[in-house]
């Protein structure tokens, strides 16, 4: 279906717009502020874009500047009661369609946006070069070493094609936004909008209408409507993080988009439609919400249609040395390499990330700032890492002095811990802070062959 934009701050205008245009079986989206209509732009792909001239917050030849970057493929049309020569040959420079001064005739404009849309189609039946590698979107990578994290892969690969809503479970700083990203390209929205919002950063107060949208003048300081979050990602995925911290009253409009597929904005009095896909996640104990009266029942099932448990950094230590090595190169800025010494990767390896993801990114780029000679020691690690380190009696005992790839580290780590407990499997596993299994698989990636211990 052809999709229109169109900003103009008088709401009689697009009114009468929307009215006209929607008989002509046109996807219409509105907006009385620039600076959203900007917003919606990066958000949805649109086929024509009407914009007033001249506005409070800014011109309609800025809006069409944004445009030429935004929306390449879309035709721009200037409506404005101030025609000047000046402004038109500017408009036209720069990319417009064409020029309406208001008041103009309904059958003009109808006319117009018709023309353009048959000439779109004639260029869409001309054969096509093939997309770039620049111009095909990639899922983001995803570093997934442990069995932990490739069991949590696939089963987001699995229902990412569905609409299903998934409700993704975690400590802060395990991923939960990543996998939401992975879970939407993988669907059948991926060249829709994805829209995420964090739930227990915006005041009580905001939060329905930074969800929802409101009209001019519905509260306090409502000097333009605002489509909100959900009108935005209409036709792609909206990420609900710390679902948890909605509150009740807002638990019970939320049910009614996931239910019924609507919503009513502050103000209005009618109800909007969305097709959208909800991926909610949380670090709360959303069960224990439940017996406290604290989050809705109904709600809960809802979103917790399919469950996925992102597990913490310290039960998946087979990602820590791929997860170093990735900020050590987003980090790195001369052309050397920066080389862990094998007694700091020890304590990298040994640490128990209660930041995890988050905490890891933080603590390389700390290192990565104080080193010297593109060599990271214990001395440039955070502080709370060292005295962690220190306070470990039961660590293995450190590799040979020198500096070592991250992997080798990790390799002598599991051999010293093998020696040390006389090739006790289970006990190796215990001192590392590791499972069993964890061990098992590094000693197969190893190569090494260690005769299994009795105990099971």
């Known amino acids: 279906m052809t999709r229109l934009l169109i900003i103009d701050d008088e709401p009689k205008m697009t009114d009468i717009l929307q009215r006209v245009l929607r008989r002509e079986g046109y996807e219409i989206d509105i907006t009385h502020n620039p600076e959203e209509g900007i917003r919606l732009m990066e958000l949805h792909r649109y086929d024509v874009i009407l914009s007033d001239l001249r506005m409070p917050q800014m011109s309609g030849i800025e809006i069409l500047k944004n445009a ?12 404005t009661a101030f025609a000047t020569v000046d402004t038109a040959i500017e408009a036209m420079k720069l990319g417009a369609f064409d020029y309406l001064i208001k008041p103009f ?157 609507e919503f ?18 949380t670090n709360r104990d959303l069960e224990a919400a439940l017996q406290e009266g604290a989050f809705r029942q109904d709600l809960y099932y809802r979103l917790n249609v399919v469950p996925i448990h992102i597990p913490p950094l310290r039960e998946r ?71 962690a380190s220190a306070a470990q009696n039961a660590a293995p005992a450190p590799v040979p002095a020198g500096m070592l790839p991250l992997e080798e580290m990790e390799k002598r780590t599991i051999i010293s811990a093998l020696k040390k407990t006389g090739g006790n499997q289970t006990r190796a596993a215990e001192l590392l802070g590791i499972t069993r299994r964890t061990l098992g698989y590094r000693l197969k990636k190893y190569n090494l062959e260690i005769e299994p211990d009795s105990q099971t």
């Not at 030429?68 to 409506?79: E, G, P, V």
């Not at 849309?117 to 054969?127: A, F, G, R, V």
């Not at 209409?234 to 990420?239: C, E, K, P, Q």
């Open 317 to 387: 230590r087979e990602d820590i040395p791929a997860l170093v090595n990735h900020f050590l190169s987003k980090f790195q800025t001369a052309e050397k390499p920066i080389i862990i010494a094998p007694e700091a990767a020890q304590i990298l390896y040994e640490y128990d990330w209660h930041g995890n993801v988050r905490e890891v990114e933080n603590a390389i780029e700390h290192a990565a700032v104080l080193c010297e000679d593109n060599r990271i020691t214990p001395d440039d690690l955070p502080a709370v890492m060292r005295k």
């Open 105 to 261: 005739a309904m059958d003009n404009l109808r006319a117009m946006i018709k023309r353009l849309i048959e000439t779109k189609i004639l260029k869409e039946d001309e054969p096509k070069a093939e997309k770039t590698s620049e111009q095909t979107f990639r899922p983001e990578r995803i570093i997934a070493d442990s069995a932990a994290m490739k069991d949590v892969l696939r089963r987001a690969t699995k229902v990412a094609p569905s609409d299903v809503s998934i409700l993704l479970r975690g400590e802060s700083g395990t991923g939960k936004e990543v996998i939401a990203r992975f879970i939407h390209a993988q669907s059948r929205r991926a060249d829709k909008p994805l829209v995420t919002v964090n739930c227990g950063a915006i005041p009580e107060n905001l939060l329905e209408s930074e969800l929802f949208g409101h009209v001019k003048g519905a509260f306090t300081g409502a000097i333009e409507s605002r489509l909100g979050l959900f009108k935005m990602a209409d036709g792609g995925t909206i990420f609900l993080d710390e679902v948890g911290e909605i509150p009740l009253l807002l638990q019970v409009k939320l049910l009614r988009v996931l239910q019924e597929g």
């Open 264 to 281: 009513i904005r502050v103000g209005e009095d009618y109800a909007t439609r969305v097709s959208v896909r909800v991926i909610a996640a």
């Open 68 to 79: 030429r970057h935004l929306q390449k493929q879309a035709d721009f049309i200037i409506m």
